[in-house]
């Protein structure tokens, strides 16, 4: 398959992918515009196509819905969530800067603190858990060879997996986007031979027999659907279409996102629930081990190829975190170059994984506990910054993003308000039984008259969709003045050096 290299916008080739990206949070100059909206493609793909998307069918399931049910959620779930990542990429497109360096202008220089911590805490806890499977599979694999599986093979997998990440975070954008497109081929090929070597293990017979659930039960898998694809990529859309030239098409935008994020995910979960539908002792197994579990029905000669497709994936989707997850600290106030922070996150996540991998008793429980309880204040700041985005008519004045007595002020209010009023509401509307530390959760099933923490919508995590509803709500109705004020005023030339751009 050939390749074509990135063009910048005056028709010179991309710089080396080995050189060391030096933009940060700042605004891309009009020199260094390069690409089309189908390069998009290649990273939304690579970092979606981890075989982790089969364990999603035993998850799904889990929540005690039929087949069908199951598939309907998961492709309304997968679609509408990553259709967001689509729609906030358009900002990139715009204003030519990270996701959170944009989202400044929905809440002020200094107020984006908030959520740029809160996209830094879900972008590093992703890697964790991309970079804990990385390992645990591979121990599996090699238990399954009859190899050494233990303490010593974790430890090498970890070593060896974190430099694949860290480097890829540390080099950035250009190197990300070619080794996003090795991992997309590689991947999808050895992937392809996953399903035909497993697909004698389903029976129809089984699957037909499961039963359907309910409606707090449909709901509940649909946003555990949501929050674990589109809504964990939603802080991080714009960091890789802000290199696209203005004249860029933006429904090619919209549409090369969302394409290229959910096409593996819905061929993969879809394959995951016939697998995990015909086999309880497979489902049940992937709750411990979401992707070493998947090698126990494989032939042993294909256990090297599928611990490649397994790690290859995984590593795809962490690196997109961790050069996210150091963007999101430097707009939260760090101030340290851009390498220097996607290593710091680096380290958190090698630390974070020695505890899922060694300490941890179980992953599904901690899993669904962490993206529900993030899930709940991103989703409140993806409604908000949709919103936002909605409202604007103009290009960002990108000087001023980085000026708090500038047009987009300090701290705007009004979204400080919303996400805050949104958690609130959002965490007293979910639960997770799983994990002992969320137990306060849930406070306000009962006086809205949803049962209580034991009721049947206890574990619908409207919470969610609740926090989404009040930041994109909240923010049409009483946001418009606001935008339409810092519209009003002269935008700068859009020309400045990227220098002229970073913070003091």
Known sequence: MSIPPLIDAEGRAAGSALEIELNGINAIHSSEHKGHPRDLFWPWFAANVSVLGISYGSFLLGFGISLWQASIVGLV?????????????????????????????????NGNRVPSALSWLLTVGWETV??????????????????EGGSLTKVVALVVVAALIVVGGVLGFDFIMKLQKWITIITGILTVVYVILVADQINFDTLAAIPGGGTPQVIGALVFMMTGFGLGWVNAAADYSRYLPR?????????????????????????????????????????????????????????????????????????????????????????????????????????????????????????????????????????????????????????????PAGRYGSVRVLSIVLIAVG???????????????????????????????????????????????IGFGGTLLLGRGTVRAQEALPVPGEDQAAEELLPA
Request: aromatic fraction near 12%.
């Open 247 to 403: 004249s860029a098409s933006s429904t090619g935008v919209v549409a090369w996102t969302t394409f290229g994020a959910s096409l593996a995910p819905i061929i993969l979960l879809l394959f995951g629930l016939l697998l995990a539908g015909s086999s309880a002792e497979l489902s049940s197994a992937i709750a411990v081990d979401p992707i070493g579990a998947l090698t126990t029905i494989l032939p042993i000669w294909f256990l090297i190829p599928f611990a490649l497709v397994a790690v290859l994936g995984l590593v795809g989707g962490a690196v997109l975190d961790i050069y996210s997850s150091g963007l999101a600290l430097l707009t939260a106030g760090v101030r340290v170059p851009r390498f220097v922070a996607a290593g710091i996150d680096g380290v958190l996540m090698v630390l974070g994984a020695v505890y899922v991998v060694f300490f941890a008793g179980s992953f599904l429980g901690p899993f669904q506990g962490f993206l529900i309880t993030l899930g709940v204040p991103v989703a409140a700041w993806c409604g908000i910054f949709m919103a936002d985005i909605l409202l604007r008519k103009k290009s960002y004045a990108v000087k001023e993003l980085f000026d």
């Open 423 to 469: 958690s609130i509401v959002g965490w007293g509307m979910v639960t997770n039984g799983s994990a002992d530390w969320l137990a306060w959760q849930g406070y306000l099933l009962d006086p809205f008259g949803l049962g209580g923490r034991a009721g049947e919508w206890a574990y619908a995590n409207l919470g969610v969709l609740a926090a989404l509803v």
């Open 130 to 147: 991309l970079a804990s499977l990385a390992v645990l599979a591979t121990a599996t694999v090699f238990t399954e060879l009859g190899w």
């Open 77 to 109: 779930g997968i679609i509408v969530s990553f259709l967001f990542c689509g729609f906030i990429a358009l900002s990139g497109k715009r204003g030519h800067a990270p996701t959170m360096t944009l989202s400044r202008a929905a809440f002020g220089i």
